[in-house]
């Protein structure tokens, strides 16, 4: 149970936050914000420390009520985070219509983006979209210091993967994501 094991960290770690993947299934019920509400009172989970993740396939399966569900997640506080971005068929649309905070790239244009040109114009139009919209962007699966240069250059905000961390069974405080802002500010600092 999420919101329990959550509870028991944030006694010492009262800023932690935590990312729960939400499956297809719980969107086939109507009452998926009520039943957060209540789960999050009984808990003491502050909503906004939480991020929802939907895979952009789900959004675009059930998209009259992913849409009204993830409306209310986010009135309660939460953030939504659109993942594996850049797979399905109508991307661009969905931007538009659900409103998330975080557009997780798919590692599918992360893996060969060094060698990969068309690659690294796509992430940077995504970077660029997600920017005008005021949404967060976090490319997935980096593994690699000169793809991570890369993608900062192109305008990708965080980043998670093996190179900056690997899923744990326990949470720890240098969790990924990782922001690259605090690299580019040390860079500037450097002159």
């Known amino acids: 149970h999420s919101a329990m094991a959550y509870a ?12 729960i993947n939400i499956s297809a299934n719980a969107f086939e019920s109507e009452d998926l914000p009520s039943y957060v509400r209540e789960t999050f009172d009984e808990f003491k989970v502050p909503p906004e420390h939480i991020v929802f993740e939907i895979t952009e396939s789900l959004a675009i399966r ?33 931007l538009q219509k659900l409103p998330f905070d975080y557009i997780k790239i798919d590692g599918a244009f992360v893996v060969d983006l060094l060698d990969n040109p068309v690659d690294q114009k796509l992430i940077r139009l995504i970077a660029d979209i997600g920017r005008e919209a005021g949404m967060t962007t976090i490319a997935e699966y980096v593994e690699d210091a000169n793809a991570l240069a890369l993608l900062e250059e192109l305008g990708v905000v965080m980043v998670q993967g093996y190179l900056v961390g690997r899923p744990e069974s326990e949470p720890r405080m240098a969790a990924s994501p990782v922001s690259l802002g605090s690299r580019r500010s040390r860079k500037q600092s450097k002159g």
């Not at 009204?68 to 971005?85: P, Y």
């Open 8 to 19: 028991r960290y944030r006694q010492t770690n009262p800023d932690l936050r935590l990312a």
């Open 62 to 94: 059930r998209p009259a009520n992913v849409e009204r569900q993830v409306g209310l997640l986010r009135e309660m506080g939460c953030k939504l985070a659109l993942d594996d971005f850049g797979t399905g068929y109508s991307s661009l649309s969905y």
